[in-house]
């Protein structure tokens, strides 16, 4: 016995239905890198989510100095923070962080990436919180 989407005896629905389940089902693979940093002298953390294509964007940031930690995706028992500007390419890694209100600048993150023919990539920089002194960070990552 064969589905059938018309009353036509000779038409079998099933190489149709097996196609449309196939491209319905299907989506777009999304590529992704992750840089993570860690505080030099202080408690901090930084972990930035790219997606990676043509143009580097910004998809995912999490933070802590201490004990104050925030995401941009709402993760349970950290503040929301929202992006409000970043920009990245092979040199340089900036990204600016307010509050949920987008009322109050939370954060901005500042990384200068290198190559280096002996030890390959390098990348430093600092994170400061808004009212606070910069902490150094260093970041492993592509």
């Not at 992750?34 to 940031?61: E, H, R």
């Given at each position: 016995?064969?589905l059938?989407l018309s009353?036509?005896?000779?038409s079998?629905?099933?190489?149709?239905v097996?196609?449309?389940?196939?491209?319905?089902l299907?989506?777009t693979?999304?590529?992704?890198a992750?840089?993570s940093?860690?505080?030099?002298?202080a408690?901090?953390?930084?972990?930035?989510?790219?997606g990676?294509g043509?143009?580097p964007?910004?998809?995912?940031?999490?933070?802590s100095?201490?004990?104050?930690?925030y995401?941009?995706?709402?993760?349970?028992?950290?503040?929301?923070a929202?992006?409000?500007?970043a920009y990245?390419?092979?040199?340089?890694?900036?990204i600016?962080l307010?509050d949920?209100?987008?009322?109050v600048h939370?954060?901005?993150?500042?990384?200068?990436r290198f190559?280096?023919?002996?030890?390959?990539p390098?990348q430093?920089?600092?994170?400061?919180?808004?009212?606070?002194?910069?902490?150094?960070?260093?970041?492993?990552?592509?």
């Amino acid at each position: 016995m064969a589905l059938r989407l018309s009353g036509h005896p000779r038409s079998s629905s099933l190489p149709w239905v097996t196609f449309a389940f196939l491209f319905g089902l299907a989506t777009t693979a999304h590529a992704t890198a992750t840089i993570s940093c860690g505080g030099i002298d202080a408690k901090a953390d930084v972990d930035v989510l790219f997606g990676a294509g043509p143009v580097p964007s910004v998809l995912d940031v999490t933070f802590s100095v201490g004990s104050q930690m925030y995401s941009t995706q709402g993760r349970e028992g950290m503040s929301e923070a929202v992006i409000a500007r970043a920009y990245v390419d092979d040199a340089i890694m900036n990204i600016d962080l307010m509050d949920d209100q987008v009322s109050v600048h939370l954060a901005s993150i500042r990384v200068l990436r290198f190559e280096s023919e002996a030890s390959g990539p390098f990348q430093i920089g600092y994170i400061r919180l808004r009212d606070q002194a910069p902490i150094g960070i260093m970041c492993d990552g592509p």
